[in-house]
């Protein structure tokens, strides 16, 4: 159906028309506003037209189009853990007077070896806990690092999609 033109406009067959309204130009499809320019800017899908927006400044300039799967996964759970040797009590002084500290009796030298055994098996214990925790601290560390390769592929996206918008004078 060939289209009709008028001093106002032209309307296009399947209810495209090309309208002036005041100070603008509008696209229209069947009564609805798709694109209005007025020398204001421009308005997309029925909103007001508006001035491009101010320019964005780009001081990373790395730019793909690649918006690439994450790398980050969640860190791992903390390795729970728990010292089951109990700290042991003060090792007996032994001995009085001249001998005072000197383990004199059996019974003190007994006591103070199972002192020692204690403390050995309480710091094994100990050592074990600092090992888990150094799993743990590795594992968030390469998380934090895959975070951050996440982060620089996000950043090189964005400023695709910026210089994109840019190239089509929608954005500054």
Known sequence: MPGKLDVDGIEFGGGFSLTRVGGSLRLMRRGVTVLEINPTGLGL?????????????????TADKTHAAATAADAAAATATS???????AAPAGGTGATAGAYDTAANRDAAIVTINDLRTHAIEMDLD????????????????????????LKRLVNSVIDDLQSLGLVG
Do not use: H, K
């Open 45 to 61: 899908l029925g909103t007001t037209p508006a001035a491009q927006g101010s320019a964005y400044t780009q001081t990373f300039s």
């Open 130 to 153: 600092y090992e888990a925790i150094l799993v743990d601290v590795a594992d968030i560390r390469t998380q934090f690092n895959a975070v951050r390769v996440d982060l620089d592929d």
């Open 83 to 89: 010292i089951a040797a109990a700290m042991p009590a």
